[in-house]
Protein backbone atom coordinates (compact mmCIF):
# COMPACT_ATOMS: atom_id res chain seq x y z
CA UNK A 1 0.00 0.00 0.00
CA UNK A 2 1.45 3.54 -0.90
CA UNK A 3 2.36 5.94 1.78
CA UNK A 4 0.03 8.19 2.20
CA UNK A 5 1.63 12.02 2.71
CA UNK A 6 -0.56 14.05 4.99
CA UNK A 7 1.22 17.34 4.36
CA UNK A 8 3.10 18.11 1.30
CA UNK A 9 4.58 21.97 1.72
CA UNK A 10 6.23 23.03 -1.27
CA UNK A 11 8.53 26.40 -0.85
CA UNK A 12 11.87 27.20 -2.51
CA UNK A 13 14.37 24.78 -0.98
CA UNK A 14 16.67 22.32 -3.27
CA UNK A 15 16.10 18.75 -1.99
CA UNK A 16 13.15 17.09 -0.35
CA UNK A 17 12.60 16.87 3.25
CA UNK A 18 10.61 14.39 5.53
CA UNK A 19 9.21 14.78 9.06
CA UNK A 20 7.24 12.44 10.83
CA UNK A 21 5.29 14.26 13.21
CA UNK A 22 4.51 13.35 16.96
CA UNK A 23 1.21 11.93 16.00
CA UNK A 24 2.78 10.07 13.21
CA UNK A 25 1.91 11.69 10.25
CA UNK A 26 4.28 12.40 6.96
CA UNK A 27 4.94 16.01 6.40
CA UNK A 28 6.70 16.23 3.25
CA UNK A 29 8.90 19.55 2.08
CA UNK A 30 9.37 19.76 -1.36
CA UNK A 31 11.16 22.17 -4.00
CA UNK A 32 8.13 24.17 -5.59
CA UNK A 33 8.27 22.54 -9.32
CA UNK A 34 9.52 19.18 -8.52
CA UNK A 35 6.94 16.59 -10.26
CA UNK A 36 5.16 14.73 -8.04
CA UNK A 37 6.17 11.38 -9.14
CA UNK A 38 9.51 12.27 -7.84
CA UNK A 39 8.30 13.27 -4.69
CA UNK A 40 6.40 10.14 -5.02
CA UNK A 41 9.41 7.26 -5.60
CA UNK A 42 11.20 9.76 -3.09
CA UNK A 43 8.44 8.83 0.05
CA UNK A 44 8.31 5.16 -1.09
CA UNK A 45 12.36 4.67 -1.51
CA UNK A 46 12.24 5.77 2.48
CA UNK A 47 9.52 3.81 3.15
CA UNK A 48 11.64 1.84 5.70
CA UNK A 49 12.57 4.75 7.76
CA UNK A 50 9.13 6.35 7.96
CA UNK A 51 8.02 2.92 9.42
CA UNK A 52 10.70 2.93 12.05
CA UNK A 53 10.11 6.55 13.45
CA UNK A 54 6.57 5.36 13.75
CA UNK A 55 7.89 2.55 15.45
CA UNK A 56 10.13 4.95 17.86
CA UNK A 57 6.40 6.81 18.33
CA UNK A 58 4.66 3.85 19.28
CA UNK A 59 7.48 2.66 21.78
CA UNK A 60 8.04 6.12 23.42
CA UNK A 61 3.75 6.10 24.06
CA UNK A 62 2.76 7.95 21.23
CA UNK A 63 2.13 11.69 21.03
CA UNK A 64 2.23 14.19 24.13
CA UNK A 65 -1.13 14.45 25.83
CA UNK A 66 -2.82 17.55 25.34
CA UNK A 67 -2.79 19.65 28.13
CA UNK A 68 -5.45 21.17 30.68
CA UNK A 69 -3.53 23.45 32.51
CA UNK A 70 -5.25 22.34 35.97
CA UNK A 71 -3.68 21.27 39.32
CA UNK A 72 -0.91 18.66 39.56
CA UNK A 73 -0.12 18.79 36.07
CA UNK A 74 3.71 18.23 35.39
CA UNK A 75 5.48 20.14 33.54
CA UNK A 76 9.97 19.95 32.67
CA UNK A 77 12.40 22.21 32.97
CA UNK A 78 15.95 21.05 32.50
CA UNK A 79 14.84 17.47 32.41
CA UNK A 80 13.11 17.89 35.83
CA UNK A 81 9.14 17.87 36.37
CA UNK A 82 7.78 20.09 38.35
CA UNK A 83 3.83 20.26 39.31
CA UNK A 84 1.41 22.89 38.44
CA UNK A 85 -0.38 24.86 40.95
CA UNK A 86 -3.62 26.87 39.98
CA UNK A 87 -3.96 29.95 42.50
CA UNK A 88 -6.09 33.58 43.01
CA UNK A 89 -4.95 36.39 40.46
CA UNK A 90 -1.33 37.14 40.17
CA UNK A 91 1.16 39.40 38.17
CA UNK A 92 2.69 37.87 36.16
CA UNK A 93 0.13 34.95 35.08
CA UNK A 94 2.88 32.26 35.40
CA UNK A 95 5.88 32.06 37.55
CA UNK A 96 8.26 29.28 39.27
CA UNK A 97 9.46 29.17 42.71
CA UNK A 98 12.22 26.20 41.89
CA UNK A 99 10.09 23.67 42.60
CA UNK A 100 6.38 24.48 41.12
CA UNK A 101 4.79 26.56 38.66
CA UNK A 102 1.98 28.98 39.76
CA UNK A 103 -0.60 29.51 37.35
CA UNK A 104 -3.22 32.59 37.73
CA UNK A 105 -6.99 30.83 37.51
CA UNK A 106 -7.85 34.16 35.14
CA UNK A 107 -4.82 32.82 32.91
CA UNK A 108 -5.74 29.01 32.45
CA UNK A 109 -7.42 29.56 29.15
CA UNK A 110 -4.54 30.87 27.55
CA UNK A 111 -2.20 28.67 29.77
CA UNK A 112 -0.19 27.41 26.80
CA UNK A 113 0.53 30.86 25.60
CA UNK A 114 1.73 31.35 28.80
CA UNK A 115 4.21 28.99 29.24
CA UNK A 116 5.47 29.13 25.56
CA UNK A 117 6.60 33.26 26.79
CA UNK A 118 7.68 31.83 30.20
CA UNK A 119 9.79 28.90 28.48
CA UNK A 120 11.05 31.26 25.92
CA UNK A 121 12.39 33.43 28.60
CA UNK A 122 14.45 31.07 30.29
CA UNK A 123 15.66 29.67 27.19
CA UNK A 124 17.00 32.57 25.68
CA UNK A 125 18.66 33.30 29.16
CA UNK A 126 20.27 29.45 29.84
CA UNK A 127 21.61 29.06 26.23
CA UNK A 128 22.69 32.14 25.75
CA UNK A 129 24.48 31.01 28.71
CA UNK A 130 25.65 27.87 27.77
CA UNK A 131 26.72 28.93 24.85
CA UNK A 132 29.22 31.96 25.98
CA UNK A 133 30.59 29.25 28.30
CA UNK A 134 31.28 26.15 26.08
CA UNK A 135 32.71 28.45 23.33
CA UNK A 136 35.14 29.66 25.64
CA UNK A 137 36.07 26.50 27.02
CA UNK A 138 36.30 25.32 23.23
CA UNK A 139 37.81 28.15 21.35
CA UNK A 140 34.85 28.81 19.22
CA UNK A 141 33.16 32.23 18.00
CA UNK A 142 29.52 33.09 17.61
CA UNK A 143 27.42 36.14 17.12
CA UNK A 144 24.33 35.89 18.95
CA UNK A 145 21.92 33.48 19.80
CA UNK A 146 17.71 33.34 18.59
CA UNK A 147 15.23 31.30 19.80
CA UNK A 148 12.51 30.09 17.52
CA UNK A 149 9.38 27.82 17.56
CA UNK A 150 10.87 25.41 15.22
CA UNK A 151 9.33 21.74 15.63
CA UNK A 152 11.68 19.53 13.87
CA UNK A 153 15.12 20.55 14.60
CA UNK A 154 16.99 21.22 17.71
CA UNK A 155 19.34 23.98 16.25
CA UNK A 156 21.03 25.66 13.39
CA UNK A 157 24.27 28.49 12.69
CA UNK A 158 23.73 30.63 10.04
CA UNK A 159 26.60 31.24 8.37
CA UNK A 160 27.71 34.69 10.34
CA UNK A 161 27.93 32.78 12.91
CA UNK A 162 24.17 33.37 14.60
CA UNK A 163 23.21 29.95 16.72
CA UNK A 164 19.23 29.32 16.91
CA UNK A 165 17.66 26.66 19.00
CA UNK A 166 13.42 26.26 19.92
CA UNK A 167 12.39 27.28 23.04
CA UNK A 168 11.39 23.85 23.41
CA UNK A 169 15.16 22.65 24.22
CA UNK A 170 14.90 23.93 27.96
CA UNK A 171 12.56 21.38 28.87
CA UNK A 172 15.94 19.18 28.19
CA UNK A 173 18.30 17.58 30.81
CA UNK A 174 21.50 20.34 31.11
CA UNK A 175 23.57 17.47 29.34
CA UNK A 176 21.61 16.75 26.56
CA UNK A 177 20.97 21.09 26.05
CA UNK A 178 25.01 21.11 26.30
CA UNK A 179 25.24 18.13 23.38
CA UNK A 180 22.86 20.55 21.00
CA UNK A 181 25.12 23.88 21.67
CA UNK A 182 28.23 22.45 21.21
CA UNK A 183 26.91 20.45 18.22
CA UNK A 184 25.71 23.97 16.42
CA UNK A 185 29.34 25.72 17.88
CA UNK A 186 31.22 23.00 15.86
CA UNK A 187 29.20 23.92 12.99
CA UNK A 188 30.98 27.50 13.17
CA UNK A 189 33.55 26.07 11.95
CA UNK A 190 32.18 22.71 9.79
CA UNK A 191 29.50 23.57 7.91
CA UNK A 192 28.84 19.64 7.45
CA UNK A 193 28.06 16.48 9.23
CA UNK A 194 31.39 15.10 7.39
CA UNK A 195 33.77 12.56 9.88
CA UNK A 196 35.43 15.57 10.42
CA UNK A 197 32.67 17.23 12.13
CA UNK A 198 31.46 14.10 14.24
CA UNK A 199 35.36 14.24 15.25
CA UNK A 200 35.29 17.71 16.20
CA UNK A 201 32.15 16.80 18.66
CA UNK A 202 33.37 13.67 20.07
CA UNK A 203 36.90 15.09 21.11
CA UNK A 204 35.12 17.69 23.10
CA UNK A 205 32.03 15.33 24.74
CA UNK A 206 33.09 11.78 24.27
CA UNK A 207 29.28 10.29 25.27
CA UNK A 208 27.87 12.86 22.66
CA UNK A 209 25.74 9.67 21.41
CA UNK A 210 24.06 9.48 24.50
CA UNK A 211 22.46 12.58 23.88
CA UNK A 212 22.06 11.92 20.68
CA UNK A 213 19.94 8.49 21.92
CA UNK A 214 18.38 10.43 24.47
CA UNK A 215 16.93 12.94 22.08
CA UNK A 216 15.68 10.29 19.88
CA UNK A 217 13.85 8.54 22.26
CA UNK A 218 12.12 11.78 24.18
CA UNK A 219 12.78 14.58 22.06
CA UNK A 220 8.68 14.31 20.96
CA UNK A 221 7.83 14.60 24.52
CA UNK A 222 9.93 18.32 24.63
CA UNK A 223 7.03 20.36 24.23
CA UNK A 224 3.41 21.53 25.66
Same mark, same amino acid.
Given at each position: ?5 ? $? ?183 ? $? ?32
Amino acid at each position: MPIVID $NLVRTRRRTIALIVQPDGTLTVRAPLHLPEARIRHFVEAHADWIARQRERIRRSGGPPVRRQYRDGESFLLLGESHPLQIVPAQRPALTFDGRSFRLSRAAVERGEAAFIRWYRQQAAAHLTGRVAALAAAHGFSWKKVCISSARTRWGSCSSTGTLSFPWRLVLAPPEVIDYVVLHELVHTQVR $NHSRTFWAQVARRMPEYKTHVRWLKQHGQKLTI
